[in-house]
């Protein structure tokens, strides 16, 4: 299994400003993933981080506007850039783990932008 | 396109009663599928992992069940209890080791 956490767990920020979502698991995976849940929604993937490369992103995301880094196995960053209250949602980090493929969730980040 | 539907969307039961959540998917070629359980405001808890290869899992008082070549998993829950009132999301990994998801049955559990 693995343990993902995931700073910081809520904020609350000013349009036009960016923020930065760390995510730590407590295991080297292969893949990690970024998600954002708007409210009553379900889970949207935003992008893949990949180790050593630039993020694979899904369709309407964009890297100026979500930059992800990944600079080793156990550890990624997602940045929301140039805030709108659009982007107020609950951002997760995920991690495929084990031979089975698993999937494990950080707790979340829930942001507000006013 | 693989599309993953979950039924019904929203389920209140009395405590004790056992119950079943559905969820169906379009594509057959999946390489897992995951139950979800999600507190509101919270993240997301793995209940059972169901490989393609695998007809059922079991923990505790839930089980879940994968007929692939008809597209369809549920999730049994056995003797409910006011602490499973909860969303359950359902998803499938692609051959891509995405996961497509659901949109969630919400429960309640009523004491």
């Known amino acids: 299994s693995a343990v993902i956490s995931q700073k910081p767990s809520r904020d609350i920020c000013q349009r036009g400003t960016s923020l930065t979502i760390q995510c730590q698991v407590d295991s080297q995976v292969t893949m990690m993933f970024w998600y954002r849940q708007q409210p009553g929604q379900s889970l949207t993937l935003i992008a893949t981080?990949?180790?050593?490369?630039?993020?694979?992103?899904e369709s309407g995301f964009v890297i100026d506007k979500f930059p992800i880094s990944r600079p080793n196995l156990t550890f990624s960053t997602l940045t929301v850039s140039n805030m709108s209250p659009e982007d107020s949602s609950i951002y997760l980090c995920?991690?495929?783990?084990?031979?089975?493929?698993?999937?494990?969730f950080g707790p979340g980040t829930r942001l507000t932008v006013t | 396109k693989q599309e993953v539907t979950q039924i019904p969307a929203a389920l209140s039961v009395p405590e004790g009663e056992n119950l079943v959540l559905n969820c169906s998917f379009t594509d057959s070629a999946i390489y897992n599928l995951q139950w979800f359980r999600q507190d509101p405001g919270k993240g997301l808890t793995s209940l059972l992992l169901i490989q393609s290869s695998q007809r059922e899992q079991t923990s505790g008082r839930l089980n879940a069940s994968l007929d692939k070549s008809s597209g369809r998993s549920t999730l049994y829950i056995a003797a409910s209890q006011p602490g499973d009132s909860a969303t359950y999301l359902c998803a499938v990994m692609d051959s891509n080791y995405q996961l497509i998801w659901g949109a969630g049955t919400k429960l309640i559990i009523k004491p």
């Open positions: 981080a990949n180790q050593g490369s630039e993020a694979t992103y």
């Open positions: 995920s991690a495929l783990a084990g031979l089975s493929y698993e999937q494990y």
